[in-house]
Each structure stands twice: as structure tokens, then as C-alpha cells.
């Protein structure tokens, strides 16, 4: 079985579950988990919705960025799914987890993976405020 169990951009909604027991094993010691969620604030603005748009590479470019993870840690299971369309105040936006021997190791990964996801996958937010403006976060 691949490391890499579970890679998707998708419309509907997102469970931790899924992601956990994508990447569970019994020779895994820690699972570190990250879920990201729609937060009714940004930088002292309201924050009234979101809605995250991909390029059609996003969910081959997830799927690199997972293998460049577990080829630098001792990873057991990896899975990474991210919600694209519009989103409301406290909806997941991304759930990953990473299984390894050790806890230790598991933070690092996933840590790792949220980062480099974000620097680096095509998905997009725009971002509406509670004022009547908008910005988007993480465009090229």
C-alpha cells in the first residue's frame, strides 16, 4: 500500500474522519492531524464568507507535495484533502494527517505539509469582508 492514501479538492464538505482513518495503522505511534477552518476574523476585519477556486493541476500538485513529505519523514500514511466552491464562518477548508512511528516525527510531517501545501498548491481564496470589500490570498 502506498503512503499516500487519500488526495482530493473537492466541492463537498470535509471529514476528519475520512482523513484519519485514511492514514491509520497499527505500526503507527502518532497521527498529527491539521484541520483548517473558516475563522470570522482576519487581521481585525470580519470575515463574512470565502470561497476557494483550484487550478486543474491542484490535486497532482497536492499529490507531489505529499510525496516530497514522505520521503522526508518516516511517514506510514498521508492523506490531504482541501475544499474548494463557497464556504461559511467555522465550514473545514482542509483536514490533513500524517501517520508515523513517533509522534514527533508525525507533527514535523504535517506541519510541513500544511506549509508547503499553502506556498505552493494552485488553490486560491477571495476572501469577503463584513465591511463590503474583498481581497484574494495566495494567487501568483
Not at 16 to 27: I, M
Not at 77 to 101: E, F, N, Q, Y
Amino acid at each position: 500500500m502506498s503512503v499516500v492514501r487519500l488526495i482530493d479538492v473537492r466541492e463537498s464538505g470535509l471529514s476528519v474522519d475520512e482523513v484519519r482513518a485514511a492514514v491509520a495503522d497499527p505500526a503507527a505511534g502518532g497521527i498529527a492531524l491539521f484541520v483548517g477552518a473558516v475563522r470570522s476574523s482576519d487581521h481585525d476585519r470580519g470575515v463574512a464568507g470565502l470561497s476557494y477556486s483550484a487550478h486543474p493541476s491542484a490535486v497532482d500538485e497536492l499529490r507531489r507535495v505529499a510525496e516530497v513529505i514522505a520521503e522526508k519523514y518516516p511517514v506510514i500514511g498521508i492523506a490531504a484533502v482541501h475544499r474548494v466552491g463557497d464556504l461559511a464562518i467555522g465550514d473545514l477548508a482542509v483536514v490533513l494527517a500524517v501517520s508515523c512511528p513517533h509522534r514527533a516525527e508525525a507533527f514535523d510531517a504535517c506541519r510541513h505539509l500544511i506549509d508547503i501545501l499553502k506556498a505552493s498548491v494552485p488553490i486560491w481564496k477571495h476572501q469577503r469582508f463584513d465591511d463590503g470589500t474583498a481581497e484574494w490570498v495566495g494567487t501568483p
